[in-house]
């Protein structure tokens, strides 16, 4: 009988422990390839909403970038800044459908960050396919902690 219950307590440890997990994994759950193909084909790339992002030191100007599910986008991103720069969120670029240029196997390549030289202009077309809220950041050396950093908020 004894058995039973230490049984039954861990079946119910268990359960305490997977039930949140989608929900906190949420964020983060990649997007199938198929659905963000088809996603992508569908978009009205002619339409696409613009958004501008300029990157400098140390600084992403605006810093919170909303967007929504379902919408193209083209994101213009121009380092205006004297170094190099970088514009990495790997859990929001898991989560959206590349546009037809050469952004979706840059990300892939890079884990989901796209790097500028000074002066450099990058533009990425893509359809945001899951809500969350996305953290961007600069993974240069100290750049991060000296405020290039940011939120996307897809809704
Ligand atoms: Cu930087």
């Known amino acids: 009988m004894r058995g039973y219950r230490y049984l039954a307590v861990a079946c119910s440890l268990v359960l305490i422990l997977i039930a949140p997990a989608p929900r906190l994994l949420g964020a983060d759950v990649a997007i199938s390839p198929a659905r963000a193909q088809v996603r992508a084909e569908q978009a009205d790339w002619a339409h696409a909403r613009r ?51 050469q952004s979706a196997s ?34 240069k050396p100290l750049h991060g902690l000296f405020g290039m950093s940011g939120d996307i908020i897809v809704r």
């Open 51 to 101: 958004l501008d992002i300029i990157l400098s030191e140390f600084q992403f100007a605006p810093s919170e970038i909303a967007v929504d599910v379902g919408a193209p986008y083209v994101l213009r991103l121009e380092n205006k800044g004297w170094f190099r720069h970088d514009f990495t969120a790997p859990a929001f670029f898991r989560t959206v459908a590349f546009g037809p240029g």
């Open 106 to 139: 840059e990300a892939q390549r890079s884990g989901g960050s796209f790097s500028l030289a000074p002066g450099e202009v990058q533009e990425i077309e893509f359809v945001p396919l899951q809500a969350g809220k996305y953290a961007l950041e600069c993974t």
